[in-house]
């Protein structure tokens, strides 16, 4: 612990206004953050982590009030101060790492002039240098071919290529406290190890604090020197990390912790084994799919960018088979390759026997027969529309059911993902991200699919929340005889989930096997990497990002 106190939040009470009500958010918080010392906030979502950030930026939305209480920084007080004052501290003294880089990066500029702005604001560079600095940045949190990025719009990249974006912002201008909420709950586990390992760098050679925001019990145990424990509102326990891992004292930590899926205990899969003569549900075949690809106007070939490269693997009956690998690895666009959302440039995809057309040439039968719960519910749900409409509207679509048929399916099914009746009528916003999820798992299933496949369905949620959907999936894979494909970067979840693990990367698919094979026996150098760089929630183990 250093001596000289960065960051003082003394008796902070926080309340939201809505409907003419006031609901009290955080309760006498208090936390302190040092120099050189990294401070985790952790608990689940709607605990008052993320508001407790924003109370410090000094950006609550306009229903957020501060009751009472201080907040200092290097002895300044923050409660109360003139936007105008604030705005010269945001940037220069602290700067923060915002959970979603798409909603927090501005989709008309580059990359290269929104890493460039703060860099001529508050550090006074020219253009070019600021140019240069940016494409060292980008290359400093780990992304590849930097001077070709900077001129990319963020949709041009992937959701953890905008995490990195956002990393390379916030730590532009060398603050004297870093803000970091859920920075690398997108990430890979070797890009995740990366950017733990290069915020830990720049707090040593910077003196910098680190408040850190997280519900990754694992990542707490590798970057943490004192850990705040929070639960609707409140701080329920405190203390030094090795304490809080090794004698958690209260009933919440100690359920917190219970949730992180154990990487290193034998796997044990209930399924049984598949014959030879047993025919696959799903089976893919050399399938290919570029994207871009054009001929020059001299009549040359330019080639394109092969997402998916000559990908072959099958997929059993009730079985649930994990895709794993880093972003950009390709995971995604095969699933949707696989579901007719993205055009395969080459290969053949059979379902239960049959060939799989394009999505315009697909019957109604195979459309409902493969369904997909999205890694963001909120994203692919309707906000104009209330949750039972959304669910129903699918049954609609495929002419399933009368309308009191379709309305006592929906509230059956909202029942069997554990909402009640009453969701129906209410708005995507009005439900917690796990909720969301849920109701996602529900619209995915309402046609009685054979083979469901979760992109990264589980990856935004709280470890308990997380728990929980996972159980979920795994009772209605029994109750329903529900096959999966389970695409994640988590290898925590993949193991605790899957019966066969796929390891993909730059396209193809580079090792296969059982789960306790791959966690056991890997033999590909890129899965032994994957593996080695899994966060262990314990504070002795894999401590390399503290190194």
Same mark, same amino acid.
């Given at each position: 612990?250093g001596?000289n106190?960065?960051?003082e939040?003394?008796?902070l009470n926080?309340s939201?206004?809505a409907?003419?009500?006031?609901?009290?958010?955080l %309760?006498?918080? %208090? $936390?302190s953050?040092?120099?050189?010392?990294?401070?985790?906030?952790?608990?689940?979502?709607?605990?008052?982590?993320?508001?407790?950030?924003?109370?410090v930026?000094?950006?609550?939305?306009?229903?957020g009030?501060?009751?009472?209480?201080?907040i200092? !920084?290097?002895?300044?007080e923050?409660?109360g101060?003139?936007?105008?004052?604030?705005?010269a501290?945001?940037?220069?003294?602290?700067?923060? $790492?915002f =959970?979603e880089p798409?909603?927090?990066?501005n989709p008309?500029l580059?990359?290269?002039?929104?890493l460039?702005?703060?860099?001529?604001e508050?550090?006074q560079?020219?253009?070019?240098?600021?140019?240069?600095?940016?494409?060292k940045?980008?290359?400093r949190?780990?992304?590849?071919q930097p001077?070709?990025?900077?001129?990319?719009?963020?949709?041009?990249l992937s959701?953890?290529?905008?995490?990195?974006?956002? +990393?390379?912002?916030?730590?532009?201008t060398?603050?004297?406290?870093?803000i970091?909420d859920?920075?690398?709950?997108?990430?890979?586990?070797? $890009?995740?190890?990366?950017? #733990?390992?290069? $915020?830990?760098? !720049?707090?040593?050679?910077?003196?910098?604090?680190v408040?850190f925001?997280?519900?990754?019990?694992g990542?707490?145990? =590798?970057?943490?020197?004192?850990?705040?424990?929070?639960?609707h509102?409140?701080?329920?326990?405190?203390? /030094?990390v090795?304490?809080?891992?090794k004698?958690?004292?209260?009933?919440?930590?100690?359920?917190?912790?219970a949730?992180?899926?154990d990487?290193?205990?034998?796997h044990?899969?209930?399924?049984?084994?598949f014959a030879? %003569?047993?025919? *696959?549900?799903?089976?893919?075949?050399?399938?290919?799919t570029?994207?871009?690809?054009h001929?020059?106007?001299?009549?040359?070939?330019i080639?394109?960018?092969?997402?998916?490269? &000559?990908?072959?693997?099958?997929i059993?009956e009730?079985e649930?088979?994990?895709?794993?690998?880093?972003?950009?690895?390709?995971?995604?666009t !095969?699933?949707?390759?696989i579901?007719g959302?993205e055009?395969?440039?080459?290969? /053949?995809i059979?379902f239960?026997?049959?060939?799989?057309?394009?999505?315009a040439?697909?019957?109604?039968k195979?459309i409902a027969?493969?369904?997909?719960?999205?890694q963001?519910?909120?994203?692919?749900?309707?906000?104009? =529309?209330s949750?039972?409409?959304?669910?129903?509207?699918?049954?609609?679509?495929?002419h399933?059911?009368?309308?009191?048929?379709?309305?006592?399916?929906? #509230?059956?099914?909202?029942?069997?993902?554990?909402?009640?009746?009453?969701?129906?009528d209410?708005y995507p916003?009005?439900f917690?991200?796990?909720?969301r999820?849920? +109701?996602?798992?529900?619209?995915?299933?309402?046609?009685?699919?054979?083979?469901? +496949?979760?992109d990264?369905?589980?990856?935004? #949620?709280d470890v308990?929340?997380?728990?929980?959907?996972?159980?979920?999936?795994?009772r209605?894979?029994?109750?329903l005889?529900?096959?999966?494909?389970?695409?994640? &970067? /988590?290898?925590?979840?993949v193991?605790?989930i899957?019966?066969?693990?796929?390891v993909?990367?730059?396209?193809?698919?580079?090792?296969s096997?059982?789960?306790?094979?791959?966690?056991? &026996? *890997?033999v590909?150098?890129?899965t032994?990497?994957?593996l080695?760089? +899994? *966060?262990?929630? /314990?504070?002795?183990?894999?401590?390399?990002?503290?190194?």
């Amino acid at each position: 612990m250093g001596e000289n106190k960065l960051l003082e939040i003394n008796n902070l009470n926080v309340s939201f206004q809505a409907n003419g009500t006031e609901k009290r958010i955080l %309760n006498d918080v %208090n $936390i302190s953050v040092n120099q050189n010392e990294t401070v985790c906030i952790v608990g689940e979502s709607g605990s008052g982590k993320s508001v407790t950030s924003l109370s410090v930026m000094g950006l609550l939305p306009e229903n957020g009030v501060i009751d009472s209480g201080s907040i200092r !920084l290097k002895g300044k007080e923050l409660v109360g101060l003139d936007e105008s004052d604030y705005r010269a501290i945001r940037g220069n003294d602290i700067s923060m $790492i915002f =959970q979603e880089p798409m909603t927090a990066l501005n989709p008309v500029l580059t990359i290269g002039f929104q890493l460039a702005e703060p860099l001529r604001e508050h550090r006074q560079m020219s253009k070019k240098e600021a140019q240069r600095e940016a494409v060292k940045l980008l290359k400093r949190v780990g992304i590849p071919q930097p001077e070709s990025k900077v001129a990319l719009y963020p949709h041009e990249l992937s959701g953890g290529q905008r995490q990195r974006v956002m +990393i390379a912002m916030a730590l532009a201008t060398n603050p004297s406290l870093l803000i970091a909420d859920e920075p690398t709950t997108a990430l890979d586990v070797t $890009i995740q190890a990366q950017i #733990l390992s290069l $915020i830990h760098d !720049l707090k040593e050679q910077n003196n910098m604090g680190v408040l850190f925001i997280t519900h990754d019990m694992g990542v707490v145990a =590798q970057i943490a020197d004192y850990v705040v424990v929070m639960y609707h509102g409140k701080i329920v326990e405190h203390g /030094d990390v090795e304490t809080i891992f090794k004698a958690p004292k209260q009933d919440y930590t100690k359920k917190l912790l219970a949730a992180v899926p154990d990487i290193d205990a034998v796997h044990v899969t209930s399924r049984p084994k598949f014959a030879d %003569n047993t025919k *696959p549900i799903l089976s893919v075949k050399d399938v290919s799919t570029i994207y871009g690809g054009h001929k020059h106007l001299l009549g040359k070939n330019i080639p394109g960018l092969k997402a998916v490269n &000559h990908v072959s693997f099958e997929i059993f009956e009730g079985e649930t088979v994990g895709l794993v690998g880093e972003s950009g690895s390709g995971k995604s666009t !095969l699933g949707r390759t696989i579901l007719g959302l993205e055009k395969r440039s080459h290969g /053949d995809i059979r379902f239960e026997g049959q060939p799989v057309s394009d999505l315009a040439k697909r019957n109604a039968k195979l459309i409902a027969g493969m369904q997909m719960i999205f890694q963001d519910p909120f994203g692919s749900l309707d906000p104009r =529309q209330s949750v039972g409409a959304a669910i129903e509207e699918v049954l609609k679509i495929h002419h399933r059911l009368t309308k009191e048929e379709r309305h006592a399916k929906t #509230l059956a099914l909202l029942e069997d993902v554990g909402l009640s009746e009453d969701s129906y009528d209410r708005y995507p916003h009005e439900f917690s991200g796990g909720q969301r999820q849920r +109701i996602g798992i529900a619209r995915a299933i309402v046609l009685d699919p054979s083979l469901v +496949i979760c992109d990264e369905a589980v990856s935004a #949620l709280d470890v308990t929340i997380q728990a929980q959907v996972l159980t979920l999936l795994k009772r209605l894979q029994k109750t329903l005889d529900l096959t999966y494909l389970f695409i994640s &970067h /988590d290898l925590g979840v993949v193991r605790d989930i899957s019966d066969r693990i796929l390891v993909m990367y730059l396209g193809t698919i580079v090792e296969s096997g059982s789960t306790e094979q791959i966690f056991r &026996h *890997p033999v590909h150098p890129y899965t032994k990497r994957l593996l080695s760089a +899994i *966060p262990r929630p /314990d504070p002795n183990k894999m401590a390399d990002c503290k190194k």
